[in-house]
Every structure is written in structure tokens, then in C-alpha cells.
């Protein structure tokens, strides 16, 4: 919600200060592109493969809780408290063990991902770039997510958007 209304503020003040008339803006759709490329697709392939083998491993340790819960509930009754009590933290003990693999999973998947896709991203952004020059476009920004790649001469308004922001809340952070 901050972040759209940021964004619409900041281009508020872009638009005031360029014309509308003339100025030609376009979008790009970074999934799009990522998925149709040769290499978006090679990384693709590779997390769906890595993704696969790990969820093999998850699903293995799944069924090995799932069993020993099983076993645990039909011996119960007979059961000392002491036994109840050491195979409930055997449970516990080995549910949080998959947790904590589950999330180690999900974190290398998510850094694997940012680790392929990052150098083919930043190929396409010198590539956005290079054709919003060439097709003399004022502003180019992302579909999905309204980030800016490229703008035409644009003004550095920084210190306007923190000035405005610290007057609006009472706030004053001048350098001297």
C-alpha cells in the first residue's frame, strides 16, 4: 500500500514536470520475456529439477513422521508415561527437523533462482535501455510491478520527495 502510493506520488511529480503531449511511454513485462528466452527457460528447467529432487526428500521424510505417528497412536495405551513422553519428542524432534529442511529448501530454491535469473535481468535492462533510446521513449516501467527501467533526462528528485516527506510529518533533517 506505501510502496503504490510512493509510487504514484513520484510520478505525480514526474509527470508535473515533463508534458504530456509528445512524451511516449511503454511498458515491458520482465516474467514474460524471462519465460521466453532460451536461458529463462534453461533456469526454469533447472529449479524445476532441483525443485523436484527436493521435494522427493520432503515427501520421504513426510511419510517417515506420518509412520512413526502411526505407530505411536496404536501403542499408546500401552505405553509407560515415561515411553509416551520419549516418543513424543521423538516426534516433535523430528518434525521440527523437517521444518527446518523444509525452509533451508525453500531459502536455496529462492537464492538459486535470484542466482540465475539475475545476470539474465540485467542483460534485459542494458536491452530496455538500449531500445527505449533508439525508440525515443521518455519512460519505461515494468507491467507487473510498476518499477522504472529507464527515463529520458530525468530530474533527480530525492531530496524534494525527503524534503516534502519530513515537512508533511512535522520533521526537519537539513545538513548544515
Known amino acids: 500500500m506505501f510502496r503504490t502510493i510512493l509510487f504514484t506520488s513520484v510520478m505525480t511529480l514526474v509527470f508535473a514536470s515533463k508534458t504530456l503531449l509528445g ?3 511503454a511498458y515491458v513485462d520482465l516474467q514474460v520475456a524471462l519465460e521466453s ?7 526454469r528447467a533447472k529449479l524445476e529439477k532441483e525443485f523436484k529432487d527436493k521435494q522427493k526428500t520432503l515427501q520421504s521424510r513426510e511419510k517417515g513422521i506420518k509412520k512413526l505417528t502411526a505407530d505411536y497412536q496404536k501403542k499408546q495405551l500401552i505405553m509407560s508415561a515415561e515411553k509416551r513422553v520419549q516418543e513424543e519428542q521423538k516426534i516433535q524432534k523430528k518434525m521440527m527437523e523437517y521444518r527446518e529442511l523444509m525452509q533451508n529448501a525453500q531459502s536455496q530454491m ?3 533462482e535470484v542466482e540465475l535469473t539475475k545476470p539474465i535481468i540485467d542483460q534485459m535492462r542494458l536491452i530496455v535501455n538500449d531500445i527505449a533510446e ?3 521513449y521518455d519512460l519505461v516501467y515494468e507491467k507487473n510491478q510498476s518499477g522504472i527501467f529507464y527515463s529520458k533526462e530525468a530530474k533527480d528528485i530525492t531530496e524534494a520527495l525527503i524534503d516534502k516527506y519530513n515537512g508533511s510529518t512535522g ?3 537539513k545538513k548544515k
Open 23 to 25: 512524451a511516449s511511454y
Open 37 to 43: 528466452v532460451e536461458e529463462g527457460k534453461n533456469a
Open 110 to 112: 529462492q537464492k538459486e
Open 134 to 136: 533508439k525508440g525515443k
Open 171 to 173: 520533521k526537519r533533517g
